[in-house]
């Protein structure tokens, strides 16, 4: 099994930011910043990426897996995650497999409710400025 290097948590850069600013940063990312129909959240690298970036290393782990291109193609259909990325709204690198563990948001309806959501969450924060406002 080859599993990727983990480096230790830097001791200098505790984070010291408060419940209240973590919270309201999460949710200003994504009502703002975030761009869910290009970018894929990489848990793995920490970081977001294009999802242009995040198929093109699929495809090649998968033609590396099943021996070439041909091999790729043919198991593509049957079990291979690429299309994971092509049917969902949200994209969320799992760091081990590379799949997308938001596929199953492929119901725009669902995926608008996902969005409001956060809106209405930043929202509240931003007027309360009390992080367990938004569990009520």
Do not use: C
Request: cysteine-free.
């Amino acid at each position: 099994m080859n599993l990727p290097t983990f480096l230790p948590f830097p001791k200098d850069r505790l984070n010291m930011m408060s419940l209240y600013d973590l919270l309201l940063g999460f949710f200003y990312f994504y009502v703002h910043q975030f761009r869910f129909e290009f970018d894929v959240l990489s848990v793995r690298r920490g970081q977001i990426l294009p999802i242009d970036k995040v198929k093109w290393e699929q495809a090649q782990q998968r033609m590396s897996q099943y021996g070439g291109l041909h091999g790729a193609d043919r198991e593509m259909d049957a079990q291979t995650p690429s299309y994971t990325y092509d049917n969902a709204y949200m994209f969320i690198e799992e760091p081990f497999n590379r799949t997308n563990v938001s596929r199953s948001v492929y119901d725009p309806e669902v995926f608008q409710g996902i969005k409001k959501v956060f809106k209405e969450a930043y929202d509240e924060l931003t007027t309360s400025h009390n992080p367990f406002s938004i569990f009520n």
